[in-house]
């Protein structure tokens, strides 16, 4: 059975950090892209950052570039989202997401999401 976990949402005033976490488990990690979206109160939800299978290759929505950065530890089945320089904007939940190709983008390539943690950003 695939699971995949997210956590280490919060609350953090704007300009603060977060790291979040993500542990996929029932599946064979190295071969699945990543990816990070978020989705905000009545607003759908939208690609954040992804990686590839090595973590050679990453990609990133305009928004998040500069603030945040994806990587992944293939040993420990693990993806982090480090996020700085946080915006009100950036409150959301967050979700975690497999994807059984090299790369991918969209929601519609994803084949396994998590419950999402949320962060909150107060201004």
């Known amino acids: 059975q695939v699971q995949v976990v997210e956590s280490g949402g919060g609350l953090v005033q704007a300009g603060g950090s977060l790291r979040l976490s993500c542990a996929a488990s029932?599946?064979?990690?190295?071969?699945?892209?990543m990816g990070w979206f978020r989705q905000a109160p009545g607003k759908e939800r939208e690609f954040v950052t992804s990686i590839n299978w090595s973590g050679g290759n990453t990609y990133y929505a305009d928004s998040a570039k500069g603030r945040f950065t994806i990587s992944r530890g293939n040993v420990k089945n693990t993806v982090y989202l480090q996020m700085n320089s946080l915006k009100p904007e950036d409150t959301a939940v967050y979700y975690c997401?497999?994807?059984?190709?090299?790369?991918?983008?969209?929601?519609?390539?994803?084949?396994?999401w998590g419950q999402g943690t949320q962060v909150t950003v107060s201004s």
């Open positions: 029932g599946l064979p990690f190295s071969s699945f892209a």
């Open positions: 997401a497999a994807a059984r190709k090299n790369i991918a983008t969209r929601v519609v390539e994803y084949d396994y």
